[in-house]
């Protein structure tokens, strides 16, 4: 079985309390969620799944596992794929800290 048929579906994703664990990689990487309020945001067809798909594959790419230094990096999607500061996006950052990765919309 391959670690995106591990992703949960989308409504188990609702029930996550703000600020929680969305999904925890075999390789010992947490994905945080941002609160409802403060953040970047994706758009709307960036749902849950399609997020950590995406997450799953970059950091495949990067070769991040549980021992990777705290660090980050940024990559062009070049397309509009969210807002930060009221203003759309085609980058997105990726950080690692203590295990956990964060996704979010960054301007350019």
């Known amino acids: 079985m391959s670690e995106l048929d591990l ?3 989308e409504d188990k994703f609702r029930t996550i309390a703000d ?3 969305l999904h925890t990689f075999r390789n010992g990487l947490l994905e945080k969620v941002s609160d409802k309020r403060s953040g970047s945001k994706f ?3 960036w749902t849950f799944r399609i997020y950590l798909t995406w ?3 970059q950091i495949e790419q990067l070769q991040w596992d549980e021992h990777t230094a705290a660090g980050a990096v940024t990559l062009v ?3 509009s794929i969210g807002w930060s500061s009221g203003k759309v996006c085609t980058r997105i ?3 690692i800290s203590s295990r ?3 996704a979010y919309p960054v301007q350019e």
């Open 19 to 21: 600020g929680g664990t």
């Open 100 to 102: 956990c990765i964060h």
């Open 77 to 79: 999607e070049g397309r």
């Open 93 to 95: 950052r990726i950080e």
């Open 55 to 57: 997450i799953f594959s």
């Open 43 to 45: 758009n709307a067809e």
């Open 7 to 9: 992703i949960p579906s």
